[in-house]
C-alpha cells in the first residue's frame, strides 16, 4: 500500500476519493490541494439558488445536517489534510512530484507523492466572442458567481437577460432568472435546446412549453460579441441585437486537462484526461476523474470516448480511484449518458444514445414516441409524458430514451438506464415488474406500455410515424388524416390541417367510405386510439395505414385550439 496519496481538486471527485481511500486505509497519508477557498460544493445547485429555492448559498458544501465541509471538518472527521488557495504548477512523473504555489504567500514547493489522484474538472467554456469581460457577463461554475449575479440584479434593478447557449445550465438559469421577474431570451447556435442531448423532435416539445413559460428562444443564431462600453448593453448575433443589461454564458464545459497534457499524460484531441476502467491514466501511479476526464460508453457500442460532464459521474469516480489504490479494484463499466434537468413545469431527460447519434453509427434501428399520463387517469395529480424510445432491429435491445413533459419522467429514465447498462432488450423491458399503485403508475408502467408498442413496431404489427415525419407529409398534403376522438375532443382542440373527423366507435361503419388508394394517417388525444384505427382499417383491407405517434398531446408544433 503507498503511503502518500496527493489529490489535486476539492470538489467533487477528490473529496469523495479522499474520504473513500481513508476508511478503506487509515494509515494512508491523504492531502488534498484545491485552487479555490471552498471545496466540497454542490456546483449543480446554483441555478437553484439563483431562483430563490434555498436562501444561503453556503448550504452547497454543508453536509445533510448542516456542517461546513471545510478544511477542518475533512481533517477531524475525515483524516484528509486539504490545503485551499494551493495551485498545482507542474507534475513531474518521474521524480513523483507536483510543484505547488501558495496563493496567498506566492511560495513554492514540491510535493512528493506515491499514487497523483487528478480531479482538477472542468471550466465554463469561454466563446472566442469580444465582450465577455464586461460587467454583468456571468458564467456559471461557482458559489461567488451566483452570489454576485443576485447582489447586480438586485442593486442595479436588472431586468433583460440574455443567455448564450440552451444547455443544462441555460434551461435552468432561463427558469431560475423569470422566476425572479426578470425578461429571458436564450440564443443557440443549434436550431434546437439541448442540441447535444436531445432529438430535435423531442426538443421541440420542449421548446414549446418554455415558450408558454415566457422564455424567448432564439434558435440557430450565432453570438458574434457582446455590445457595451463598461456594462453589457445588448448581445449581437448573426441576424440581430437583443437589448440585454445581464448576459450568462453556457456554452458548456471543458475539461482541464492541461497539467496532464503538458506532463505527457495522454488525452483526447477534443480535450479530456483518458483513463481505463479503474481510472488510471498511462501512468498507473496517476488516476484522474471527474469532469477533467473522458468516459467510454457502457456496452463498447461508442467508438469514441464521450465527454458527459455530471457530479453523478464524478462522484462514482472518486470511489472507483480509491478501491483500486486500496487494492480492492471495482472496474467502472463506463457511462449510460443519463442526463435530465427541470424546466419549469417539465422533466426533460435522456439515457442512452440519442437517434442522431446511432443514425451517425449507421446503426439498424426503429424508434417510437408515446404520450400519454403518468397516473390513471381518476388520479387528480395525473399529468402528461411522452417517451421516445430507440432500439436496434438486430438483436432489439434498447438503445436510447428520451422524456419530456410534466409527468414523472425521472422514474422512467432510471429505470430506462439500468436496462441499457445490463444490455437489455424491449422484450425485457416490458416484462419488469414496475412498482404500481394509483398514486404512482398506472397499471402498465408507461415505459412498459412504450416497450410494448415498440415490440409491436418491431414485429410490424404497429405502423407508427413520428411527428416529425408526419407533419413533413401533411404539409406536401400527401395524406388523408383521420381524427378518431370523441365530438366534445374534436371541439376542443385540432391539427391545423384538413381532418376527417371519425370517431373509433364509428370507424367499422365508416371503412368502406374511405380510399384504399390514398396514404391514410389516424391520430387521436394520445394515438393509442389512433394504432386501433390502424388495425381496424388493416383489418378491412387498408394497407396503407398508419398512426401519429404520441397524437395530439405529443404533437411538437401548434395545436389550433378551439374552447
Known sequence: MSSKVLIIGGVACGPKAA??????RPDAEITI??????????????????EG??????ELNKTPIGVPRNPAFFERVKGVKVLTQMEALKIDPVKKAVRVKNLETGAEEDMAYDKLVLATGGSPSRPNIPGLDLKNVWFISHPDHVVSLKKEVAEQ??????????G???I????????????????????????????KDVATFAAKHLRQKGVKLVLGECVNGIEGKEKATAVKTDKQTIPADIVVIAVGTRPNDKLAREAGILCTKQGGVVINEYCQTGNKDIYAG??????????????????????STANKHGRVIANHIAGAPTPFKGITCTSIVRAFDFTIGRTGLTEKQVRELNMDIETFTWAGPDLPHYMRDHKPLVIKMIASRRDRKLIGVQVAGPGNGAKRLDVAAGMISM?????????????????????????????????????GIAKGVSAFEAKKRMDKGEVLLIDVRTPAEFETNQLPYDVLHIPLGALRGKAAELPKDKDIMAFCKISLRGYEAQRILNAAGFDRVQFIEGGIVGWPFEVKTLK
Open 33 to 50: 490541494i484545491e485552487k479555490g477557498k471552498i471545496i466540497s460544493y454542490g456546483a449543480c445547485g446554483l441555478p437553484y439558488y439563483v
Open 157 to 166: 434593478g436588472l431586468k433583460k437577460a440574455v443567455l448564450v447557449g440552451a
Open 290 to 311: 471527474g469532469d477533467c476526464a473522458v468516459n467510454s460508453y457502457v456496452n463498447g457500442s461508442v467508438g469514441a470516448f464521450l465527454y458527459v460532464p455530471l457530479g
Open 53 to 58: 429555492l434555498f436562501s444561503d448559498v453556503s
Open 168 to 170: 443544462f445550465i441555460g
Open 172 to 199: 435552468e438559469m432561463a427558469e431560475a432568472l423569470v422566476q425572479q421577474g426578470l425578461e429571458v431570451t436564450v440564443v443557440e447556435m443549434i436550431d434546437q435546446i439541448m442540441p447535444g442531448v436531445l432529438d
Open 19 to 24: 474520504s473513500r481511500l481513508k476508511r478503506l
Open 423 to 459: 444490455g437489455g432488450t424491449v422484450d425485457q423491458l416490458a416484462d419488469v415488474d414496475f412498482a404500481y399503485a394509483p398514486p404512482y403508475s398506472t397499471a402498465l408502467d408507461p415505459l412498459a406500455t412504450c416497450a410494448h408498442m415498440m415490440t409491436n413496431k418491431l414485429d
